[in-house]
């Protein structure tokens, strides 16, 4: 069973001595310690996850959107079939428009600029994509390798920590573009709050030769830690 009272701590069995203190996330009620030896497990190639693999994919090089980009959510494990991929292509129109968006990390952005993020969510709202297989996992999950600095990365572990109590609560009636703009809004402060942490993050990841984002890295963070859970 999950644990989803506050102040839920992971603890990595090693820890960099001299690294960033624990860190608080999902509106402080979740406790991050040792974040730095977290951060590096994830992305050493030899534990398996994701890094390199999506982060680096090449298609065009570019924000523009391509078929190509179209099956990086296969390389974060999300099932994408012929039926799948063929909505996706569909959906192309609508989503095009994260080329669009202002040139500002989440860190930094204002309402309207998380405005702009949601908004690409809310093709998921229409009707006729309703049950036909396609949710936010697998939309952010195209559209965060275009702007790994403002579109943020959601799965069922990232709704668990950012709909725990205290911080996002749950409702049926939000659409997706409601959700959405709600979880970058808090991790846009959860970012800012703990700023000096993330910046140290990032610089350590530039040092090791594995240069992500900040936002990149908050998903890393959470998403480790809410494979924790009991």
Same mark, same amino acid.
């Given at each position: 069973?999950?644990?989803?009272?506050?102040?839920?701590?992971?603890?990595?069995?090693?820890?960099?001595?001299?690294?960033?203190?624990?860190?608080?996330?999902?509106?402080? @009620?979740?406790?991050?310690?040792?974040?730095?030896?977290?951060?590096?497990?994830?992305?050493?190639?030899? +534990? /398996?996850?994701?890094?390199?693999?999506?982060?680096?994919?090449?298609? +065009?090089?570019?924000?523009?959107?391509?078929?190509?980009?179209?099956?990086?959510?296969?390389?974060? /494990?999300?099932?994408?079939?012929?039926?799948?991929?063929?909505?996706?292509?569909?959906?192309?129109?609508?989503?095009?428009?994260?080329?669009?968006?202002?040139?500002?990390?989440?860190?930094?952005?204002?309402?309207?600029?998380?405005?702009?993020?949601? /908004?690409?969510?809310?093709?998921?709202?229409?009707?006729?994509?309703?049950?036909?297989?396609?949710? /936010?996992?697998?939309?952010?999950?195209?559209?965060?390798?275009?702007?790994?600095?403002?579109?943020?990365?959601?799965? @069922?572990?990232?709704? %668990?920590?950012?709909?725990?109590?205290?911080?996002?609560?749950?409702?049926?009636?939000?659409?997706?573009?409601?959700?959405?703009?709600?979880?970058?809004?808090?991790?846009?402060?959860?970012?800012?709050?703990?700023? %000096?942490?993330?910046? %140290?993050?990032?610089?350590?990841?530039?040092? %090791?030769?594995?240069?992500?984002?900040?936002?990149?890295?908050?998903?890393?963070?959470v998403w480790r830690t809410a494979d924790t859970w009991q």
């Amino acid at each position: 069973m999950e644990d989803h009272r506050p102040g839920r701590v992971l603890r990595p069995a090693t820890g960099r001595s001299g690294g960033p203190r624990a860190i608080r996330l999902c509106a402080g @009620s979740l406790v991050v310690e040792h974040p730095d030896q977290v951060l590096l497990d994830y992305l050493d190639v030899r +534990n /398996g996850y994701a890094y390199p693999a999506y982060d680096c994919l090449i298609t +065009n090089g570019s924000s523009e959107l391509v078929d190509g980009d179209l099956l990086a959510p296969t390389l974060m /494990g999300a099932h994408l079939d012929a039926g799948r991929f063929s909505l996706l292509r569909e959906m192309l129109p609508a989503l095009e428009a994260v080329a669009e968006l202002p040139a500002v990390s989440l860190q930094d952005a204002d309402e309207d600029h998380v405005m702009c993020v949601a /908004g690409l969510f809310g093709i998921l709202d229409e009707p006729r994509y309703a049950g036909r297989g396609i949710r /936010g996992t697998i939309v952010s999950k195209v559209l965060h390798r275009k702007r790994p600095d403002l579109v943020p990365l959601y799965d @069922s572990r990232i709704f %668990e920590a950012y709909t725990a109590p205290g911080v996002i609560p749950r409702s049926p009636h939000h659409s997706w573009q409601q959700f959405m703009d709600m979880l970058c809004t808090q991790m846009r402060d959860d970012l800012q709050a703990e700023a %000096e942490a993330f910046a %140290e993050l990032e610089r350590l990841a530039a040092a %090791e030769g594995t240069p992500v984002t900040q936002l990149r890295i908050l998903d890393i963070l959470v998403w480790r830690t809410a494979d924790t859970w009991q």
